[in-house]
């Protein structure tokens, strides 16, 4: 099976999702996949909408940068995005994750499934990063809790799971995984003193990920 | 007593970040339209002071008031997608 993992490298937090999208990669490949990676500068529509069409054996698109209620941005903050409300017929078939990225699933997710794409994945809110802390590696934790969805879906997609059972199975896991990260961080309130934030970020990067079924 | 001014920017553009949460050993205040507040704090203490934004990265850190005006930047780098 196939996966396209996008991974645009302009305006922080992106070098942080971008070392996150190295990891996936990894993950991806370690369940037999080939992984068509689209890097920093190459996410410009042009690039993603060649790479739509030389691959439509790619069962997943994963995108990891920043993105708008109908857009992911790639390096085009300029211009449409590489994938918009404009161009998501050209996704048909696949499975759309954007993770992290904000505010997709708010009409981008809905109009991929309505176009034809088998299931989106993402945020009807804005979505945190995380870093390394003096008390804490933070960072390590995000990757972590994003890392279980995708493995998850992966995982259940590569064992001929149905896209419904697979993207629900993975939005919980993702779920209990942030809700393991935040009982931690709540409970270390008084000691460590980033906790409170990455709490706040950890919640509004579980409670706000939906996904949509075609 | 000593004053503690606590000036907080955004990391990239360097402007000034009014209304941000700043918290000096529990005391919080709000930065002003110049992105700065000032606390009033025990001479000699090692104060443990907070920015916090909704769309930045936390900002902890522990300053010692070794002056009777310590003066602290905090540059906070955007932590949303």
Redesign the interface.
Known sequence: MKAIIASPFIFPPTQLSYALADELEKVIRGFGWTVVRLHGPQNLRLFFSYVLAAHPDAVLIAYLGHASATAFMGEEFAGLGILAVDNVNDARERVIVGMPACLSARVLGPSSVKAGAKAFVGSVEEMYAQWNEPERNYLADWFDYTLTFYRSLVGSLTAGKSVQESVEKAVNDYRARCTYYMDLYKSKLETWPNSDFYYMACRQNRDYVVGFIR | MAKLVVTVRD??TRAVLPYIHTEADGVVLTTGLDGTCVFEVPLGKTV?V?A?SP?H??W?RSVPVTAERVEVSADL?????
């Open positions: 990391a990239i443990i907070k916090r769309i990265r936390p902890s780098e955007k932590a949303i997608f």
